[in-house]
């Protein structure tokens, strides 16, 4: 589970979108909370873009444990 964020496809015609050279960033990370939005930004290699809308299942614990890198991370960092 250490690093990685689970993203689905809102749309599912939006996979085939992706091409295997593009750049991508995700708009909206800093900000990632229960229910919160991100927006996957693909920039293919003809310079044009494009912008996906995903969506995530992550809970307060599991947000918790992405920011802090990991599960075990936040253990350590919560420990008393």
Do not use: C
């Not at 919160?36 to 947000?63: C, M, W, Y």
């Amino acid at each position: 589970k250490q690093g990685m964020l689970p993203l689905n496809f809102v749309n599912p015609a939006d996979y085939d979108k992706v091409r295997p050279d593009d750049k991508v960033d995700l708009l909206g990370i800093k900000e990632l909370a229960e229910g919160s939005k991100v927006t996957l930004r693909l920039h293919h290699k003809d310079g044009s873009t494009e912008d996906i809308p995903p969506s995530h299942t992550f809970n307060a614990g599991q947000l918790s444990w992405f920011k802090a890198g990991s599960a075990l991370n936040f253990m350590a960092q919560n420990k008393k």
